[in-house]
Structure formats: C-alpha cells, structure tokens
Nanobody, 126 residues
Framework: QVQLVESGGRSVQAGDSLRLSCAAS????????MGWFRRTPGNEREFVAV????????YYGDSVKGRFTISRDDVKSMVYLQMDSLQPEDTAVYYC???????????????????WGQGTQVTVSS
C-alpha cells in the first residue's frame, strides 16, 4: 500500500483554475495506477480521473472531460489534478487514490482502489 496526502484545495470563483497535488509514500508507488475521486455530502464517490503506471493511459469522468488533466511525476512520487474552467458543480471533497497492479477494471470505480488520502475541499462560487 501507499500513503497519500492531498493538498491544494481552496475556495475559488467559477471559471478559475486550480491544481491539486497528491504526495505518495511507499515503495510500490511506481506500480500503482493513480486516480482522483470526489464526493459531495450525501453522495457516493464520483470517479474523476485516472492515470496508469508510467502515465501510459489517461481516463476521465464524463463531467470533467476537456476541463481536468491528471498527471504524475514518478521521480517525486506525486500525482496532480489540473482543474480548469471550474464550475459550482465541481464543489466537492477531492480524494487521491491508488490501485494496485492488475486491479483496475472498467467501468472504473472506487472499489478498484485500495489506498486513499484524507481528501481536500474544493469550493467553487458562482
């Protein structure tokens, strides 16, 4: 397993951009597929984005396609989520997550991920 710590969440205005960071520790980071999920009160975690090992493949949830970009820096053991054109409906707690080798399946769901960060709050005002 890996330990994950998110940062970068804050309050912004609609149309603004924001970058979330996820610091990972643990020797298995390099072989983990990494993802971002988000959750609003009373709802299930929603898939946002995933980047596979070595950054080979990227997948996005329909609601963020074309606006959000996931990336990873394997030297620094970091995962990022660049969020552009933010809208009030993007308001949520955002979670970084790690999926061990060969566990990721389609459609991508939270059950594919075994390590989770504590979350970081993003609030978008209109």
């Amino acid at each position: 397993q890996v330990q994950l710590v998110e940062s970068g969440g804050r309050s912004v205005q609609a149309g603004d951009s924001l970058r979330l960071s996820c610091a990972a520790s643990g020797r298995t980071f390099l072989v983990q597929d990494m993802g971002w999920f988000r959750r609003t009160p009373g709802n299930e975690r929603e898939f946002v984005a995933v980047i596979t090992v070595n950054g080979k493949s990227l997948y996005y949830g329909d609601s963020v396609k074309g606006r959000f970009t996931i990336s990873r820096d394997d030297v620094k053991s970091m995962v990022y989520l660049q969020m552009d054109s933010l809208q009030p409906e993007d308001t949520a707690v955002y979670y970084c997550a790690a999926s061990p080798p060969f566990k990721l399946s389609f459609p991508i769901s939270a059950s594919d991920f075994t390590s989770w960060g504590q979350g970081t709050q993003v609030t978008v005002s209109s």
